[in-house]
């Protein structure tokens, strides 16, 4: 970390919140510097070092225009038998939102979002399309559908069938050429001293359709509050150039994937994913019940 920031650390500052089992701190340097680093090793979670080093790959080929945080360096370091990776990115002032969502955080996540997928993009940008990215996801209905899980919801279980036909759908509904964060989730946004969103966290970036991040945006909300008004996102989504189909099939695909990842063993170094997980999934059935039988 020195190395990068060329000056020794002086002071670090633990940051809660995410699934991510390693360290994350604001560290700041003898000389004044600052920068926020994620570090962890293959001992506590392999999968973290792997996003590290995709994480630095996405933030050092996005345009600036993304006002992504910039990255200060990454490192992967062998310790005895495990190895370290270690990130380190622009420290941009600011704090989670609040949750339950209050509605003017939301609207300033919304404009984040919204900016977000109307930057024109260069060509040859290697990224994964948005439904390449959630292949297997688009999959996972069926797979609840077949072997139903004992905690499922009554409602999914009642009309499985028919939400896996629906969540076929899904892979055709994600195609477009936006920039797609794909973690739309509070602990992923900073609101700045202004009153603005910084999005960070970018590892899952690809390109798709541009409403799926206000999509997930409005899951979010409804995860920490079942009757959060979500009506300003849907309008957004709506005029994006999505209709009520596509949105539908997309939410009966994630409430296959969240029911199917809940109820699975944790993965090793994050015991809270699946309880986080099995909210989202109780959340979209409840929200998808609610539009499929108005």
């Given at each position: 970390?020195?190395?990068?920031?060329?000056?020794?650390?002086?002071?670090?500052?633990?940051?809660?919140?995410?699934?991510?089992?390693?360290?994350?701190?604001?560290?700041?340097?003898?000389?004044g510097g600052r920068a926020f680093l994620k570090a962890c090793s293959?001992?506590v979670n392999p999968g973290s070092v792997q996003l590290f080093a995709?994480?630095?790959?996405?933030?050092?080929?996005?345009?600036?225009?993304?006002?992504?945080?910039?990255?200060?360096?990454?490192?992967?370091?062998?310790?005895?038998?495990?190895?370290?990776?270690?990130?380190?990115?622009?420290?941009?002032?600011?704090?989670?939102?609040?949750?339950?969502?209050?509605?003017?955080?939301?609207?300033?996540?919304?404009?984040?979002?919204?900016?977000?997928?109307?930057?024109?993009?260069?060509?040859?940008?290697?990224?994964?399309?948005?439904?390449?990215?959630?292949?297997?996801?688009?999959?996972?209905?069926?797979?609840?559908?077949?072997?139903?899980?004992?905690?499922?919801?009554?409602?999914?279980?009642?009309?499985?069938?028919?939400?896996?036909?629906?969540?076929?759908?899904?892979?055709?509904?994600?195609?477009?050429?936006?920039?797609?964060?794909?973690?739309?989730?509070?602990?992923?946004?900073?609101?700045?001293?202004?009153?603005?969103?910084?999005?960070?966290?970018?590892?899952?970036?690809?390109?798709?359709?541009?409403?799926?991040?206000?999509?997930?945006?409005?899951?979010?909300?409804?995860?920490?509050?079942?009757?959060?008004?979500?009506?300003?996102?849907?309008?957004?989504?709506?005029?994006?150039?999505?209709?009520?189909?596509?949105?539908?099939?997309?939410?009966?695909?994630?409430?296959?994937?969240?029911?199917?990842?809940?109820?699975?063993?944790?993965?090793?170094?994050?015991?809270?994913?699946?309880?986080?997980?099995?909210?989202?999934?109780?959340?979209?059935?409840?929200?998808?019940?609610?539009?499929?039988?108005?």
């Open positions: 970390m020195e190395q990068a920031l060329g000056s020794p650390v002086v002071t670090a500052a633990d940051q809660r919140g995410g699934f991510s089992p390693g360290v994350a701190a604001r560290v700041t340097t003898e000389t293959t001992a995709q994480e630095a790959r996405v933030l050092d080929m996005l345009p600036h225009q993304v006002d992504a945080p910039a990255l200060v360096g990454h490192l992967e370091q062998p310790v005895g038998d495990t190895q370290w990776g270690i990130l380190l990115t622009e420290d941009i002032e600011g704090r989670q939102p609040r949750t339950p969502w209050k509605p003017a955080e939301l609207a300033a996540a919304l404009t984040a979002y919204q900016h977000l997928a109307s930057i024109s993009l260069p060509a040859g940008l290697n990224l994964p399309t948005l439904a390449d990215a959630l292949a297997w996801e688009t999959t996972l209905m069926a797979k609840v559908d077949a072997d139903p899980p004992a905690a499922l919801d009554p409602w999914v279980g009642a009309h499985a069938h028919d939400l896996t036909a629906l969540a076929a759908r899904a892979r055709a509904a994600l195609a477009g050429g936006a920039l797609v964060h794909l973690d739309a989730r509070s602990d992923n946004l900073l609101i700045t001293p202004s009153g603005s969103v910084r999005i960070v966290d970018w590892p899952w970036a690809c390109i798709g359709a541009p409403w799926m991040d206000v999509l997930n945006l409005a899951l979010n909300a409804k995860v920490y509050d079942h009757d959060a008004d979500v009506q300003p996102l849907l309008e957004a989504i709506r005029e994006s150039g999505a209709n009520d189909d596509a949105v539908d099939s997309v939410l009966a695909a994630l409430t296959g994937y969240f029911w199917y990842v809940a109820t699975q063993p944790p993965p090793p170094g994050l015991p809270t994913l699946r309880s986080f997980q099995l909210a989202q999934a109780q959340a979209l059935s409840r929200w998808l019940a609610t539009r499929l039988e108005r």
